[in-house]
């Protein structure tokens, strides 16, 4: 047995063991009824069918909606590509045992490939990164087209911009629609050293009235200290792209397609 099944095994007979009739849990009409107590030391077997087949989880549900719903599969171009991207600051613990069996195993399942993917955006705790020079490229390219701004707000001011933290009217930071070529020149200023930590920020252009948080003008790269240098790059960069910018290129440079 491969590590992914051995994995995958393990997981399945602790959190997938389910009664095929009824598998939300217990039964509404008998909720209130006294359970029969397990003999001592015996517990309750897994199930055979995932217990045997561990792939049983790509078969169906919604992992198997995924693959059946990408839109490219039937032009021969949806190839799948997953990644496992932990960021390498700790030990390994149960979330990432579910990530591995997951993105592993629905890789190998439909002949794909699963990339280890090392966040590394964040000289204070990673150590490299390639794709630098090519993320500020595109950073510039989205301020030139309109797509991101320089912020000069403080973070209470942001807070405030996004409801205060108690669901009130959002509004938009006062730099929001300054020019582009201004935007430019704040964030090579940034690159360039002429702006301290939280200083001045670009911030995408997202959507405001939207519920979801992550669509409120996010962060786009940061000013580090000087004293947080990365290790493959050292002195070069002062400014840094943030997971939130980042990710979705970094999957895009690489293939990965779930």
């Not at 099944?5 to 009824?22: D, H």
């Not at 992992?63 to 990408?70: I, P, Q, T």
């Not at 190839?79 to 629905?106: C, D, Q, S, Y």
Request: aromatic content about 10%; glycine content about 8%.
């Amino acid at each position: 047995m491969d590590s992914t099944k051995a994995i995958a095994s393990n997981m399945t007979e602790q959190t997938l063991s389910v009664n095929p009739k009824n598998p939300y849990g217990s039964n509404p009409k008998k909720e209130n009824a006294p359970k029969p107590p397990n003999p001592k030391g015996k517990a309750t077997p897994p199930s055979r069918d995932t217990q045997n087949d561990p792939d049983s989880m790509f078969k169906g549900g919604f992992l198997a909606d995924v693959y059946n719903e990408n839109p490219m599969r039937s032009d021969g171009i949806g190839r799948v590509v997953t990644r496992f991207p932990p960021e390498p600051n700790g030990f390994l613990h149960l979330g990432h045992t579910k990530a591995i069996m997951i993105n592993f195993g629905f890789a190998r399942f439909y002949g794909g490939d699963c990339y280890l993917h090392f966040d590394d955006t964040n000289p204070t705790g990673e150590e490299e990164n390639d794709n630098f020079d090519r993320l500020y490229e595109l950073a510039e390219e989205l301020i030139n087209k309109n797509g991101a701004y320089v912020c000069h707000c403080t973070k209470e001011e942001v807070v405030a911009q996004r409801g205060g933290g108690k669901g009130k009217a959002r509004y938009a930071c006062p730099r929001r629609d300054r020019p582009n070529s201004e935007s430019l020149t704040e964030f090579r200023a940034m690159r360039d050293g002429k702006y301290a930590p939280r200083e001045a920020v670009p911030r995408m252009k997202q959507n405001l009235e939207d519920n979801n948080p992550q669509m409120w003008d996010l962060t786009a790269y940061r000013v580090l200290d000087e004293k947080h240098k990365h290790h493959r790059t050292g002195n070069k960069w002062r400014i840094y792209p943030t997971y939130g910018f980042t990710h979705c290129l970094c999957d895009s440079f690489e293939g990965v397609t779930g």
